[in-house]
C-alpha cells in the first residue's frame, strides 16, 4: 500500500497536477511494481503566503510525500527517488531544488482498507522487493 501527498503553491500546482500524478504513477508502478490501476494521491495547493520554501527554491517548490506499508529495500527505495528526480524534471521541466521527497512507512496493521487491516488483506502485489 502507498499514498502520495503533493504540496505546491496553488497557481503552480494546479496547471501541472494531471501530468506530474501519471509521472509520479510511472515511478512507483516502476520501482515499488505497484498495478498499473492502482493510484491514490492527493493534491495540497497552498496559497503563496501559507507556504515557505527553501532560498534554492523557487515558486515550483513541489513536495512529495509517501506513506507506504513497511516492507521495501533500502534499494527499492532509492530507486523510486531517483525515478522520481529522473523522470519529474525532466518531463515537467522542474529544477532538483525544486521537488523534495519523503518517504514514511507504517507496519502493515496500522493499515485499514477494504474492511481488513493491513496484514490480514491479500495484496495484488508485493511488499518485500
Not at 72 to 82: A, G
Not at 105 to 115: D, L, Q
Request: charged share 25%.
Amino acid at each position: 500500500m502507498s499514498q502520495v501527498k503533493l504540496y505546491g503553491v496553488r497557481e503552480q500546482l494546479l496547471p501541472i497536477r494531471e501530468r506530474l500524478s501519471d509521472v509520479v504513477h510511472s515511478c512507483v508502478v516502476d520501482a515499488l511494481q505497484f498495478p498499473a490501476n492502482k493510484r491514490a494521491h492527493r493534491f495540497f495547493y497552498l496559497d503563496k503566503d501559507d507556504f515557505y520554501w527553501p532560498e534554492t527554491a523557487s515558486e515550483r517548490y513541489v513536495i512529495l510525500e509517501f506513506m507506504m506499508m513497511e516492507g521495501r529495500t533500502v534499494e527499492t527505495k532509492k530507486r523510486l527517488i531517483h525515478l522520481l528526480y529522473e523522470r519529474v524534471c525532466e518531463q515537467l521541466d522542474l529544477a532538483v531544488t525544486d521537488l523534495e521527497i519523503c518517504i514514511l512507512e507504517s507496519p502493515a496493521h496500522n493499515w485499514g482498507f477494504r474492511g481488513m487491516t493491513g496484514d490480514e488483506i491479500q495484496l495484488n502485489y508485493t511488499i518485500t522487493i
